[in-house]
């Protein structure tokens, strides 16, 4: 049996242990309830796909996300934070989003999610780290991510993943339709994700780069 047919069958199991549809094009956000790691861009996203068959597992979100217990005391403490919840409990209760998006609450085990998943999503509002390229890699899924310097170093268009512009849910959309309405072109971004996590992102690969880097920089000197 053929390594990507090893592959679907896992996938195929994976869904079936989250009790999810085996025929959609599954999108994994695995950021929580978070505005800096883009739930809310997430969801404006998926709620603008033309594709019917995308659908979005969020991981890290649970229920009450969608009944925030949003007080006084929070307006005044942190209003940003107070009208991001109610943003994102009024986005889940929308008819665009509500029955397009599972929410998978907190996990320990995120090998299932993974595995059960087409692409992976990460529109974080401001830079961070890109440990979710790493993630997406290691499973053999291409990735969409904002575009900063810490995740362009890692992610190359049209290679291994795609990069976005931060907070732009109409361009996350176009970019989730493309790869859902060509799986193959999907599948290739994610085998090149993976060779370059097994070529480049490897512990003892950065270990070595590192000790030649720390040579080099002593060989020089002040």
Known sequence: MRQDELREKG???ARR???IAENYFWVLFT???SRLKGFDTALRAIGRTRLSEIRLLAVGVGGDAMTPNVKLRN?????RNAYYRLRVAALLKSRSVQERVVLLGPRNDMSVPYSASDVVIFPSSLAHQARPVYEAGSFGLPIVISDFPSAAEFVFPGSNGLLIPPRDAPKLAAALDMLASQREYCAALGAENRRQHSSRRQFSVMQRLLVELVKDVGEEGP
Do not use: M
């Open 17 to 19: 242990e989250l009790s």
């Open 75 to 79: 307006w005044v403490a942190d209003p």
């Open 31 to 33: 950021g929580g309830n």
């Open 11 to 13: 996938r195929k199991e």
